[in-house]
């Protein structure tokens, strides 16, 4: 797999696109952070991390309003053939507002919004909506 944030990501959007509760997902790091930042938006239920030594997977609870999903759209955006990096002025609002861009910096993965707010650029990583 050469892009596991993509894999991620379709993962989570392929579930909630037949109905599954929750998503099994290979674990990382930077995948949980990632999976973090969803639950703490609202975008996904619970995160957990489970399993142990080469079985760890993250477990995450998909969350439904009205019978649609959460997550209208991912795009990745920042890709493992194309990094795409920016400073903390070419930090825009991602479909006027209602939905976030994740951008990796030194100081750990963030929303847009929390970018901008401590002044930092960085990796683009995805934007949802």
Request: glycine share 12%.
């Given at each position: 797999?050469?892009?596991?944030?993509a894999?991620?990501?379709?993962?989570?959007?392929?579930a909630?696109?037949v109905?599954?509760?929750?998503?099994?997902i290979?674990?990382?790091?930077?995948?949980?952070?990632?999976?973090?930042?969803?639950?703490?938006?609202?975008?996904?239920?619970?995160?957990?991390?489970?399993?142990?030594?080469?079985?760890?997977?993250?477990?995450?609870?998909?969350?439904?309003?009205?019978?649609?999903?959460?997550?209208?759209?991912?795009?990745?955006?920042s890709?493992?053939?194309?990094?795409?990096?920016?400073?903390?002025?070419?930090?825009?609002?991602?479909?006027?507002?209602?939905?976030?861009?994740?951008?990796?910096?030194?100081?750990?993965?963030?929303?847009?919004?929390?970018?901008?707010?401590?002044?930092?650029?960085?990796?683009?990583?995805?934007?949802?909506?």
């Amino acid at each position: 797999m050469t892009d596991p944030i993509a894999d991620m990501l379709i993962r989570i959007k392929n579930a909630q696109a037949v109905g599954r509760q929750t998503v099994k997902i290979p674990f990382s790091g930077l995948k949980l952070s990632l999976a973090q930042i969803l639950e703490k938006a609202g975008f996904v239920g619970k995160v957990e991390k489970r399993g142990k030594d080469i079985q760890k997977y993250i477990k995450i609870d998909l969350k439904y309003k009205e019978g649609r999903s959460n997550i209208g759209g991912v795009r990745r955006m920042s890709r493992p053939g194309q990094r795409l990096y920016v400073t903390k002025n070419e930090i825009r609002p991602v479909k006027q507002g209602y939905g976030l861009a994740i951008i990796s910096t030194s100081k750990g993965l963030m929303t847009n919004k929390e970018a901008r707010k401590i002044g930092v650029g960085g990796e683009l990583m995805c934007e949802i909506w």
